[in-house]
């Protein structure tokens, strides 16, 4: 049913569940599995300097994440496609999962207090409400 799997993964308890299923349902399918993290870029940075910072610390988070969930993935015999991805996490995502022609989005679910939502809307919601293929949201 299913070919092309993305997981949107930032590190959170949260991502890391929907990994797991999604490691699940790819080896089910025997689907390509792609894990997509957004290095988000800071809305005004002050300085050059603060913008590579502020990439370096990405680059060794992600690095660190990657290394976990590539070790999960050959312990479940499936191969995972680790990507990094500059931008803001909704726009970012949604454009990998067209650029990959995913037909399943596999995301976290990040509760939020309900003014929160009304007010800045949630991640999640808003790939739900944007992307281009099934998604699975996993608590």
């Given at each position: 049913?299913?070919?092309?799997?993305?997981?949107?993964?930032?590190?959170?308890?949260?991502?890391?569940?929907?990994?797991?299923?999604?490691?699940?349902?790819?080896?089910?399918?025997?689907?390509?599995?792609?894990?997509?993290?957004?290095?988000?870029?800071?809305?005004?940075?002050?300085?050059?300097?603060?913008?590579?910072?502020?990439?370096?610390?990405?680059?060794?988070?992600?690095?660190?994440?990657?290394?976990?969930?590539?070790?999960?993935?050959?312990?479940?015999?499936?191969?995972?496609?680790?990507?990094?991805?500059?931008?803001?996490?909704v726009?970012?995502?949604?454009?990998?999962?067209?650029?990959?022609?995913?037909?399943?989005?596999?995301?976290?679910?990040?509760?939020?207090?309900?003014?929160?939502?009304?007010?800045?809307?949630?991640?999640?919601?808003?790939?739900?409400?944007?992307?281009?293929?099934?998604v699975l949201?996993?608590?």
């Amino acid at each position: 049913m299913f070919e092309r799997i993305a997981i949107a993964h930032d590190g959170s308890d949260g991502a890391a569940s929907a990994f797991a299923t999604a490691l699940d349902l790819a080896k089910r399918h025997k689907a390509r599995l792609f894990m997509v993290s957004v290095e988000e870029l800071p809305r005004f940075p002050t300085t050059v300097d603060e913008v590579v910072e502020d990439r370096d610390e990405a680059d060794h988070r992600f690095a660190r994440l990657i290394g976990i969930c590539e070790a999960q993935a050959r312990m479940k015999r499936v191969k995972v496609e680790p990507h990094v991805v500059p931008g803001h996490a909704v726009t970012s995502i949604v454009e990998f999962v067209e650029r990959n022609q995913c037909d399943l989005l596999v995301v976290g679910f990040m509760g939020h207090s309900a003014l929160y939502n009304r007010l800045i809307g949630g991640t999640t919601d808003r790939l739900v409400e944007l992307a281009p293929c099934a998604v699975l949201v996993v608590k």
